[in-house]
Structure formats: C-alpha cells, structure tokens
C-alpha cells in the first residue's frame, strides 16, 4: 500500500494495522525517515519543505512495490507512506514497513524500498537554514552518492551521462 | 505547422526559470527530449541558465523516468528535474 500526505503518520498504529492482515508472519521490519536539526555543514535547519510529482510519485511506489514482490517472492506486504509539505527538524518524513514469514526477507525487502526511494522517487527537499539571528536562507538539497548504495551509485552515474 | 506540449519543471529549475509548468507550442523539429531541450534554453535566460548543464537534469516523459533520446509528440508531459532527493 502507498500514501502520499501532508499529515504525520502513526508507527504503531501502522505497524499494528499491517500486521493484523498477516497474523502468521514472523518478522515485520520498519523504517523510519526524519528530518534532521542540522545541515551537513552543521547549521541548524528552521523548516524543510518536500515538493513532489504528484502522479509519477504515486507511480514509481507502485512500481517498486512490483519490484520488490518480484524480487522476494514469498514477501507478505508492504506499506509506504511519504509525507509532503513543510516538515519540522525531529518530525518523520517517510515510512516503509514490511511483512514477511522469515525475518531476513523482512529486512532485505525494507532496505530494498528505501534505496528506491532515495533514487527514483520524484520528491525534492527544500532546506530553510538559519544562517544567524537574522538571517535564514533557503536551499534545494543535493542528492549525495553518500546516500545510496555503492553499486546504485555507480549506475546512476552512468545513467547521467546518456545524452 | 506547430503543435503544443505540456512541459513541468520541479525543484531549482522551477525556480531558476520562474515557472513550475508550461504549455508550449513546439515547432515540428522537436520530435525528442534532446530537442525540446534545445528548443527551450532559447525561450529565456532562466530557461538558457537552468537547461545549461544537462547532466544536473533528469526528464520524464509522461510520468516515466526515460533518457534523452526518447521521443516526445504534442499530447506528451515532459517533466524536468534534478536528481531526486526524497526518502
């Protein structure tokens, strides 16, 4: 299942919820992003605002909700929710949870869906930093190789250069 | 003859440009994502400024993740972006 809103999520009441619909799995695995209180030059972040595509986000889940069925077959359920808008440092910006038998597909499937949305999920951050006590600037994120998973990198690299 | 073509920009190529979204009429010519690219830069500075360096830029052509090669027509939605930064 997927979501995209503007409103927090609930953990426990997701986690609860999902695994209510798969009372004999062993093992359900979660993931949670935040939004941190510094930049990575350690200034402190007022506010992050997240812009999406709405249509090709709702698109890309659902693709890699196939992907990820495909790849771990005996995968019970997922579920993803992305939140949008302006965000709060401390506050979560995106939940995966999986369901499965055995705890490993559990894990592998999680990480999986994660490492997709850092790559391929159309939402982009926008940080408001406070530069000083009168002075806050706003700024797009990068995407960082440090991000993704070492081979992924390599391949988006590569993707890049096909003009 | 002219046809026209729905045309998003997101993050700081919206901004760079001023616009989130655009119809245009493209002339016949453009027929792929590498020439529509060159068709815009010469629409404004912000367009010229912010298509300058294609490998910062990423296209979907009807909401699918493509290159630039990949054909666009007139009923099309091309998306341009950078790198995603969600998650």
């Known amino acids: 299942m997927i979501r995209i809103q503007k409103d927090d ?28 209180d510094k930049t990575d030059e350690g200034l402190p972040i007022a506010a992050m605002v997240l812009e999406h595509y709405p249509g090709m986000a709702e698109r890309q889940f659902s693709l890699f909700e196939t992907e990820v069925h495909r790849l771990w077959p005996a995968l019970r359920d ?73 081979s992924m990198s390599r391949q988006l690299s590569m993707n890049t250069r096909k003009i | 003859m002219k046809t026209t073509m729905r045309i998003l920009y997101f993050a700081w ?4 440009i001023g616009l989130s979204e655009e119809n245009v009429l493209v002339p016949t ?23 300058s360096d294609l490998s910062a830029i990423q296209v979907a052509v009807n909401q699918v993740h493509t290159c630039f090669n990949h054909p666009v027509t007139s009923v099309d939605e091309v998306a341009f972006f950078p790198p995603v930064t969600g998650g």
Not at chain 1, 21 to 27: M, N, R, W
């Open chain 1, 78 to 150: 997922t579920l993803i929710v992305h939140r949008v808008g302006r965000l709060y440092p401390g506050e979560h910006i995106v939940l995966v949870i999986t369901v499965a038998l055995h705890r490993y597909i559990a894990f592998e499937s999680c990480q999986f869906l994660i490492d997709r949305i850092k790559i391929d999920a159309p939402f982009w951050k926008r940080e408001e930093i406070i530069f000083s006590e009168s002075k806050t600037i706003s700024r797009w994120v990068k995407q960082k190789s440090s991000e993704l998973p070492p």
């Open chain 2, 29 to 51: 010519w453009v027929d792929n994502v590498t020439k529509l690219l060159a068709w815009l830069k010469t629409r404004t500075p912000g367009h010229e400024s912010a298509l």
């Open chain 1, 9 to 36: 999520f609930d953990i426990s009441a997701e986690v609860a919820n999902l695994s209510a619909k798969h009372a004999d799995s062993g093992g359900v695995v979660t993931f949670v992003g935040l939004v941190r």
């Open chain 2, 13 to 16: 190529l919206s901004t760079e």
